[in-house]
């Protein structure tokens, strides 16, 4: 196994691999270069302790990200139990979070026509400021985003709350400009339940 090989692999076609994002052919070629090359076999070691602090931090109640479709599969197949709700812009949709609920996930559709990054802030109904992220990229042909949450941190919200998730372009000067909403998502809260 020599250290570094011509066409060594990034990190991110690793972690596509072990997300199983790659077209069954890329899985091939991944493999058999990982076999032949100390400096990818490293990395998808690197890749695979991501991959078990990612689901241990979701179990935890300690993940806040906008993610992609396969580290929600993974986390599934590690058996992080993911409650999700998908939602257009403008509109409204009542939510709550289960007992047993470890990760909830927000699909929040838009035009992100060309869009490259964005803010994202989370408020209550009192103003409060619940979460907030900013620079987030934004793949181009993109129609929606994919926002994790802490399903420990939702519970914890009072019942019959309102929250607002707005989504800005995140260029230009930092700072609330109406002028540049991309789209605003509102969700009513029920408040945790117990299964019986």
Request: aromatic content about 6%.
């Amino acid at each position: 196994m020599t250290d570094i090989r011509p066409g060594c692999l990034t990190f991110g076609e690793l972690a596509d691999y072990w997300t199983v994002d790659v077209p069954p052919q890329e899985v091939e070629r991944i493999e058999a270069h990982v076999f032949e090359c100390a400096r990818c076999a490293r990395l998808l070691a690197e890749a695979e302790q991501l991959r078990s602090g990612i689901g241990a931090m979701a179990k935890g109640g300690r993940f806040q990200a906008f993610v992609t479709d396969g580290l929600l599969n993974q986390l599934a197949r590690d058996g992080v139990r993911v409650r999700s709700y998908a939602l257009d812009p403008g509109e409204t949709i009542t939510c709550s979070a289960w007992a047993d609920d470890e990760v909830i996930v927000t699909r929040l559709r838009g035009d992100f026509t060309g869009v490259s990054a964005i803010d994202a802030e989370m408020r209550l109904e009192t103003g409060e400021e619940w979460g907030r992220t900013t620079d987030v990229p934004v793949r181009e042909g993109a129609t929606e985003l994919v926002l994790a949450l802490p399903a420990s941190m939702v519970r914890s919200v009072p019942a019959a709350s309102t929250m607002r998730i707005t989504l800005r372009a995140a260029s230009g000067p930092p700072g609330p400009q109406q002028s540049d909403i991309i789209a605003v998502y509102v969700f009513n809260h029920e408040g945790a339940h117990e299964r019986p």
